[in-house]
């Protein structure tokens, strides 16, 4: 169940405009208790001062090749060994282009090339200079390099031009971090996740649905990513960011969650059916939006088609995994659910314990019995789940 986790980081700060994110970040990694050492270049000076990293790291930040404060006089060796690992954020083009050479100029090149363990790099530039051939090369030798990239994401640009190129939000570039160094288990594998709930139209205004938060099938997509597996997810409506770099499907109804997961089933090797799927649906929506009267008001409901059901019984399904919300009984209403759809896992919890909270718990029902997961966040619980869908499956990295 562990992790190489990063309680160490070495934030590499160069010069661009994302620079001022670089704060927010700081002050996301330090609230989950990561020791974070700043180190900026001369140009990241001039787009935010080392004394606000230094308040919100609570540390000296390091600029200078020749800072007289380390010791043995080489910051560039003593700061790079002590981490677990160095993320530079943002990345500015020439930077990258420096680390592709080797360039050794100051302080955080130096420490770079000096370092032993892993770099992961958040790009932010123009997106012209981002499209350039030059920095595309760049990036496939640091790619060769075993050096991660994380972005960057497409939107509007601080010059005013709309592309890729804009530097990952922090939120982003965190949970990205805490997935980066999962073995990658899942390598060459097909996931599909269902998350979310799903919004039954009453009327073009009104409809049927649940407290769903979408939470549980995100933080999955992004542990199964992470994991290396190739992810497909198919999402109801939901407050969360996409998550980064997976191949996402926005349904509304559980027809079209349905019609979606039927369209790209094929090719999964593995099937987690995260979402909260409307069991009913009015008989018929109303095209126009209902008026009140003083009746009482009748609703029909009509079934969905169960679509994890429906997946379990392919002529070859791939390895499903079902999740079942109950307000009692949970081990024994669980167990039902796992044997009536046919599937070799199904994951358990209390419904009001876990829809749309941040931490839940997890017990895990398969043929060997229960496994009860301990308390923990959603991404914690994804990985674990993941962990034990793979040995299930004898997947090893
Ligand atoms: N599910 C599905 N399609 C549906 C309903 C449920 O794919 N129409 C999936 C859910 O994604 C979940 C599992 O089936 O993985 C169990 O869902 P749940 O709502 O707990 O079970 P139901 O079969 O709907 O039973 P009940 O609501 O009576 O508890």
């Known amino acids: 169940m562990t992790h190489p986790a990063i309680k160490?980081?070495?934030?590499?700060?160069?010069?661009?405009?994302?620079?001022?994110?670089?704060?927010?970040?700081?002050?996301?990694?330090?609230?989950?208790?990561?020791?974070?050492?700043?180190?900026?270049?001369?140009?990241?000076?001039?787009?935010?001062?080392?004394?606000?990293?230094?308040a919100l790291s609570g540390k000296p930040v390091f600029t200078d090749m020749w800072d007289a404060s380390i010791a043995n006089g080489m910051p560039h060796i003593e700061l790079s060994r002590n981490v677990d690992a160095i993320l530079i954020a943002p990345a500015s083009a020439d930077f990258l282009s420096k680390l592709v050479h080797g360039g050794a100029d100051d302080l955080l090149s130096t420490l770079c090339l000096a370092r032993d363990c892993p770099l992961m790099v958040a790009p932010a530039m123009n997106k012209q200079m981002w499209e350039n051939p030059a920095t595309q090369r760049n990036i496939q030798q640091l790619e060769n390099d075993d050096i991660t990239i994380f972005?960057?994401?497409?939107?509007?640009?601080?010059?005013?031009?709309?592309?890729?190129?804009?530097?990952?939000?922090?939120?982003?570039?965190?949970?990205?971090?805490?997935?980066?160094?999962?073995?990658?288990?899942?390598?060459?594998?097909?996931i599909l996740i269902t998350a979310g709930p799903t919004i039954e139209a009453?009327?073009?205004?009104?409809?049927?649905?649940?407290?769903?938060?979408?939470?549980?099938?995100?933080?999955?997509?992004?542990?199964?990513?992470?994991?290396?597996?190739?992810?497909?997810?198919?999402?109801?409506?939901t407050a969360l960011q996409k998550p980064y770099s997976t191949d996402f499907i926005a349904i509304t109804?559980?027809?079209?969650?349905?019609?979606?997961?039927?369209?790209?089933?094929?090719?999964?090797?593995?099937?987690?059916?995260?979402?909260a799927v409307a069991d009913y649906r009015p008989?018929?929506?109303?095209?126009?939006?209902?008026?009140?009267?003083?009746?009482?008001?009748?609703?029909?409901?009509?079934?969905?088609?169960?679509?994890l059901s429906e997946v379990a019984n392919l002529k070859q399904p791939p390895f499903c995994v079902g999740f079942a919300a109950e307000s009692e009984h949970l081990l024994e209403f669980a167990e039902q659910k796992r044997q009536r759809k046919k599937l070799p896992l199904i994951a358990a919890n209390i419904a009001t314990e876990a829809m749309g909270k941040d931490n839940s718990t997890l017990v895990l029902l398969d043929d060997n019995g229960s496994h009860t997961l301990p308390h923990a966040t959603k991404s914690e619980l994804a990985r674990m789940l993941l962990q034990h869908i793979a040995s299930m499956l004898s997947l090893h990295s």
């Open 202 to 237: 009453i009327d073009p205004v009104r409809g049927i649905t649940n407290f769903s938060s979408g939470k549980m099938g995100y933080s999955i997509a992004e542990v199964a990513q992470a994991m290396g597996a190739k992810v497909t997810l198919i999402s109801g409506p």
């Open 283 to 307: 008989a018929t929506a109303s095209a126009h939006k209902l008026k009140k009267t003083e009746q009482a008001f009748t609703l029909e409901l009509i079934p969905n088609t169960d679509i």
């Open 253 to 275: 109804s559980a027809q079209e969650m349905h019609g979606a997961v039927m369209d790209n089933i094929a090719e999964q090797d593995i099937f987690i059916s995260v979402a």
């Open 8 to 54: 160490k980081l070495l934030l590499g700060i160069t010069g661009g405009i994302a620079a001022y994110k670089a704060a927010e970040l700081v002050r996301l990694l330090v609230k989950q208790g990561i020791d974070v050492q700043v180190v900026m270049t001369t140009s990241a000076c001039q787009f935010i001062t080392p004394v606000t990293l230094q």
């Open 151 to 190: 972005g960057p994401g497409a939107g509007e640009q601080a010059c005013g031009e709309i592309g890729l190129g804009r530097m990952l939000e922090p939120e982003q570039l965190v949970k990205l971090l805490s997935n980066t160094l999962q073995p990658k288990l899942f390598a060459g594998k097909h």
